[in-house]
């Protein structure tokens, strides 16, 4: 049982590029989450799908965009990105069905922009 | 504004001794807890959880405290491994809809051998 697989798990761009992190669950989970992480800041919530074919804002959701393909995959995208984009990117997935949001996150994808 | 924070940053333990970070939130909304332990190079991984109406849980060498009259939540390891050096969060969940988990800033376990 894998869990939460992200990919790539290091890239980096040059300012401008674009780029996707591919997020994907075998857990049957219905709620999918981006989070980024930098340092003295904790997780910040981007984007989140509470079910296939929704998703919502986060947080910081600007520069970002998301696709829920389907229930297991979860995509993050960076159309033009800048150097504030760099940070350690992390996916998550939940499964709400006892009432309580337990998180369970992915290895974490580094970026870093130049 | 609202927030989840943590009082220390970074806590030395001596190994086999007992461990308590500190959490501070601010609203008394909040009526889900969470404690997660993250490794280096690792994602954030649940320890324990406890809810609004309950004071205290226990897991496995590990005990969450609640205590919402201050607003201040605990989590205490017992023994502490070194196994158990890593950064840990507290969470809340409930503010802006159960899909939004808000994390604290963190706080450092190192444990001395």
């Known amino acids: 049982n894998a869990g939460v697989t992200q990919t790539p798990k290091f890239q980096v761009l040059k300012t401008g590029q674009s780029m996707t992190l591919q997020c994907a669950q075998d857990m049957n989970h219905n709620s999918m989450y981006w989070y980024r992480q930098d340092p003295g800041m904790g997780l910040r919530l981007i984007y989140y799908?509470?079910?296939?074919?929704?998703?919502d804002k986060g947080e910081v959701p600007n520069g970002y965009n998301v696709s829920r393909l389907n229930k297991r995959e979860f995509s993050l995208r960076l159309e033009s990105a800048a150097p504030s984009q760099t940070s350690v990117y992390f996916c998550?997935?939940?499964?709400?069905?006892?009432?309580?949001?337990?998180?369970?996150f992915g290895a974490g994808s580094r970026l870093t922009v130049l | 504004g609202e927030s989840v924070g943590l009082h220390l940053p970074t806590l030395s333990v001596q190994e086999g001794d007992n461990s308590i970070i500190n959490c501070a939130y601010s609203?008394?909304?909040?009526?889900?807890f969470i404690w997660y332990k993250q490794e280096s190079g690792k994602g954030p991984q649940f320890i324990i959880d406890i809810r609004s109406n309950m004071d205290k849980r226990q897991g496995q060498r590990v005990t969450v405290l609640l205590n919402k009259t201050v607003k201040h939540l605990s989590l205490q390891i017992a023994a502490t491994q070194p196994g158990d050096s890593a950064v840990y969060f507290c969470a809340e969940n409930g503010r802006g809809g159960y899909q939004k988990v808000t994390f604290g800033i963190g706080t450092k376990l190192q444990v001395i051998p």
């Open positions: 998550a997935s939940s499964d709400e069905s006892s009432g309580a949001n337990v998180l369970t």
């Open positions: 799908s509470a079910s296939e074919g929704t998703t």
């Open positions: 609203n008394s909304a909040s009526d889900y």
